[in-house]
C-alpha cells in the first residue's frame, strides 16, 4: 500500500513546531499514525512519492522550484498579506521571494486550504487554478479532548483561573484581530488567558511602573514594527 509523505516543516523554520504548518502535523501524525511517513528534509524525498507540504513562505526564498515527486500537494493556509498588503510591508527583497513563491506554485498539481474564503482569496490574489484548490477543514488536537491530562498541574503553574476561561493561541499579527478580542473579552468580563512568549511582555510590564512603561511603547523595536501596529493596541 502506497502510503504519503508528509514534510515536518519543524525542521527547516525555527517556528515551524508553533505554528501553522507544525499544528498541523501535529493533527497528521496523531491521525495518521504509520499510515503516512513525516520527513524533516526534503532530501528525504523520492520522486515515486505523494507529497504533501504543509508550509508556504511567500516572503522567504522557496523551500522548492522543481518538482520532486510524481504527485505534490501544497497547503496553503490563507493570502492575507497579499490581500492587505498595506499592513504587511514587504519590502523590494520580500517582493523578489514573493514573485518566486508564486511562480514556483506552478510545481504542485493541488492546492489544499483550510476555508472557502481562503480558497476564494488564493484565487484572487496568487491565481492558481481555482479547480486544483480543495478545502479541508482542520480539526482540533487531541490535547482538548484528553480529559485526563494534567489540568490541576497547569492550573497551579500557570496561576489559571479557577473559573471557566477564554483561551488564545495564535499570533500577534494584524489579521488576528487582538483588540477586537480584547474589547470583548472586557465588555463580557471573562477572564481570558494569551498563551506564546509575545504575551508575556504583558506581565512583566506589571511590574513596572509608568515611565518604564512609556518608554517600553517608544523604543521596543519588536512592538513598534509596522505589521504589530494592532499588537501595541492590544497591550494598551
Not at 18 to 30: M, N, S
Not at 64 to 75: E, T, Y
Not at 86 to 96: A, N, S, T, V, Y
Request: with cysteine.
Amino acid at each position: 500500500m502506497h502510503i504519503p509523505t508528509i514534510y515536518d516543516p519543524s525542521g527547516d523554520d525555527t517556528l515551524g513546531t508553533l505554528r501553522g504548518g507544525g499544528r498541523i502535523v501535529k493533527i497528521l501524525r496523531e491521525n495518521l499514525g504509520d499510515k503516512a511517513r513525516f520527513v524533516t528534509r526534503l532530501s528525504e524525498v523520492s520522486f515515486e512519492d505523494t507529497l504533501l507540504i504543509p508550509l508556504w513562505r511567500p516572503f522567504q526564498k522557496p523551500l522548492l522550484h522543481k518538482r520532486i515527486a510524481h504527485k505534490q500537494v501544497l497547503m496553503l493556509f490563507d493570502a492575507i498579506p497579499l490581500k492587505y498588503p498595506q499592513h504587511f510591508p514587504i519590502g523590494l527583497k520580500g517582493r523578489w521571494w514573493l514573485f518566486h513563491n508564486v511562480r514556483s506554485l506552478n510545481i504542485n498539481d493541488d492546492i489544499v486550504t483550510i476555508s472557502e474564503a481562503a480558497k476564494s482569496d488564493i484565487d484572487e490574489y496568487i491565481g492558481f487554478e481555482l479547480s486544483k484548490i480543495h478545502v479541508v477543514y482542520p480539526t482540533t488536537s487531541a490535547v482538548f479532548f484528553n480529559k485526563t491530562s494534567s489540568h490541576k498541574a497547569l492550573s497551579q503553574a500557570y496561576s489559571l483561573p479557577k473559573k471557566k476561561f477564554c483561551t488564545y493561541v495564535g499570533d500577534t499579527n494584524w489579521n488576528k484581530n487582538l483588540s477586537l478580542i480584547a474589547q470583548g473579552i472586557i465588555k463580557a468580563d471573562v477572564p481570558a488567558v494569551f498563551v506564546g512568549k509575545a504575551f508575556s511582555v504583558i506581565n512583566d510590564l506589571r511590574t513596572k511602573d509608568a515611565d518604564d512603561i512609556q518608554e517600553f511603547f517608544s523604543t521596543d523595536p519588536i512592538i513598534n514594527h509596522p505589521e504589530q501596529r494592532d499588537f501595541k493596541n492590544f497591550f494598551k
